[in-house]
């Protein structure tokens, strides 16, 4: 069984930036693909990015993509997303989430964290 | 871009048949992951490529995907299911995640 804990999340102004923090444990993270998924309050899911287990491949959505940087430590059991230049439509909580295989394509989220909140607003 | 649609929201009664559809075209081609959101939780993986259930997850939650709709099926409805019912597939055109819109499952 997987358990994930993100981190890093706040209170950031427009064109700022933020690095949020996923620390997995449990066996084989560098086995499972992550992503991270986001939503805003009273609206649905949004994909945001997703990295293979090996941290070879990365992948985003269009909203994010030259914004965000989904990245890995597998020494350290943690995924990262680096935010650059947020914006006020990036508010939302931000969860991390585990695949059981390797690789992206078919990625289904097995394991979830709880989430960690940003809030973009001046 | 690929889309899924989700009802907003369907309705039923305890110890009935509840389907909720995911339509997208030619969503047959693309396996289907369905999640359950409870309130103020985070989503729960209830079916995995198209039809299999992980661990724990009732027998009552069953779903099929053939043409341009998936459904999730859940038999003997029980209070305890009512949330948000999302589906997802991996567009394999652009490697990018889609998530359906949800649907609010009430329980009568």
């Known amino acids: 069984e997987v358990q994930l804990l993100e981190s890093g999340g706040g209170l950031e102004q427009p064109g700022g930036s933020l690095r949020l923090s996923c620390l997995a444990s449990?066996?084989?993270?560098?086995?499972?693909?992550m992503s991270w998924v986001r939503q805003t309050p009273g609206k649905g899911l949004e994909w945001v990015s997703t990295?293979?287990?090996?941290?070879?491949?990365?992948y985003y959505a269009d909203s994010v993509k030259g914004r965000f940087t989904i990245s890995r430590d597998n020494s350290k059991n943690t995924l990262y997303l680096q935010m650059n230049s947020l914006r006020a439509e990036d508010t939302a909580l931000y969860y991390c989430?585990?695949?059981?295989?390797?690789?992206?394509?078919?990625?289904?989220?097995?394991?979830w964290g709880q989430g960690t909140l940003v809030t973009v607003s001046s | 871009s690929y889309v899924l649609t989700q009802p907003p929201s369907v309705s039923v009664a305890p110890g009935k048949t509840a389907k909720i559809t995911c339509g997208g075209n030619?969503?047959?081609?693309?396996?289907v992951h369905w999640y359950q959101q409870k309130t103020g939780q985070a989503p729960v993986l209830v079916i995995y490529?198209?039809?299999e259930r992980p661990s724990g997850i009732p027998e009552r939650f069953s779903a099929s995907n053939s043409g341009n709709t998936a459904t999730l099926t859940i038999s003997r409805v029980e209070a305890g299911d009512e949330a948000d019912y999302y589906c997802?597939?991996?567009?394999?055109?652009?490697?990018?995640?889609?998530f359906g819109g949800g649907t609010q499952l009430t329980v009568l």
């Open positions: 989430v585990s695949d059981r295989r390797q690789q992206a394509i078919h990625f289904q989220g097995f394991y």
């Open positions: 449990g066996p084989a993270f560098n086995n499972f693909a």
């Open positions: 990295i293979t287990g090996s941290g070879d491949r990365t």
């Open positions: 030619n969503i047959a081609s693309f396996s």
């Open positions: 490529f198209d039809t």
């Open positions: 997802q597939v991996w567009n394999s055109d652009n490697n990018h995640l889609v």
